[in-house]
T-cell receptor
Framework: AQSVTQLDSQVPVFEEAPVELRCNYSSSVSVYLFWYVQYPNQGLQLLLKYLSGSTLVKGINGFEAEFNKSQTSFHLRKPSVHISDTAEYFCAVSEKGGYQKVTFGIGTKLQVIP | DTAVSQTPKYLVTQMGNDKSIKCEQNLGHDTMYWYKQDSKKFLKIMFSYNNKELIINETVPNRFSPKSPDKAHLNLHINSLELGDSAVYFC?????????????FGPGTRLLVL
């Protein structure tokens, strides 16, 4: 069975500083990986996803993530954060083949400090 | 136009009551989902429908009954509400049922059972 671990429940960072949100996954088969963002009182929105090919994936709002198969990681990064990036970030995994069943991590709250 | 909409946005009710949450998507997608997000922000899939057919049914009490009158709508009926049902319920849709598809989330329905 697939699983996702987000190592940090909260990450405070100053505005314009870089940030990395960590995500590790576990699966016995090949996977697809996703990062979703949830702004306060809203639904989730896709930031980026890794399906195949280049291990560096670029998403919306200046975010990028790197798939590392040997370390089973998919960390999310942004070189310079803005106040508007304050939100909850969810890493998710789904196993290739079969019907879509996405497993979400518990989320990391990014708090950008002015 | 809202892509995935849910009604109501907030729902406060007494234990033992029966309530319904409605979801509609205007994206022309084939697949719709219901998720439950608990107080710790953990997001877990409950049901998935593809073209009105149930394809994922996680371990959910049979007090929860989804209904899909057409592929643009997926409603959730809950009988005999319990305190533990208090959560935010998200509806989502994807174009296809394939595992790599992006999911589009509604704004959520905040259910509080007293």
């Amino acid at each position: 069975a697939q699983s996702v671990t987000q190592l940090d429940s909260q990450v405070p960072v100053f505005e314009e500083a870089p940030v990395e949100l960590r995500c590790n996954y576990s699966s016995s088969v090949s996977v697809y990986l996703f990062w979703y963002v949830q702004y306060p009182n809203q639904g989730l929105q896709l930031l980026l996803k890794y399906l195949s090919g280049s291990t560096l994936v670029k998403g919306i709002n200046g975010f990028e993530a790197e798939f590392n198969k040997s370390q089973t990681s998919f960390h999310l990064r942004k070189p310079s954060v803005h106040i508007s990036d304050t939100a909850e970030y969810f890493c998710a995994v789904s196993e290739k083949g079969g019907y879509q069943k996405v497993t979400f991590g518990i989320g990391t709250k990014l708090q950008v400090i002015p | 136009d809202t892509a995935v909409s849910q009604t109501p946005k907030y729902l406060v009710t007494q234990m033992g009551n029966d309530k319904s949450i409605k979801c509609e998507q205007n994206l022309g997608h084939d697949t719709m989902y219901w998720y439950k997000q608990d107080s710790k922000k953990f997001l877990k899939i409950m049901f998935s429908y593809n073209n009105k057919e149930l394809i994922i049914n996680e371990t959910v009490p049979n007090r929860f009954s989804p209904k899909s009158p057409d592929k643009a709508h997926l409603n959730l009926h809950i009988n005999s509400l319990e305190l533990g049902d208090s959560a935010v319920y998200f509806c989502a849709s994807s174009q296809l049922v394939a595992v790599q598809e992006t999911q589009y989330f509604g704004p959520g329905t905040r259910l509080l059972v007293l």
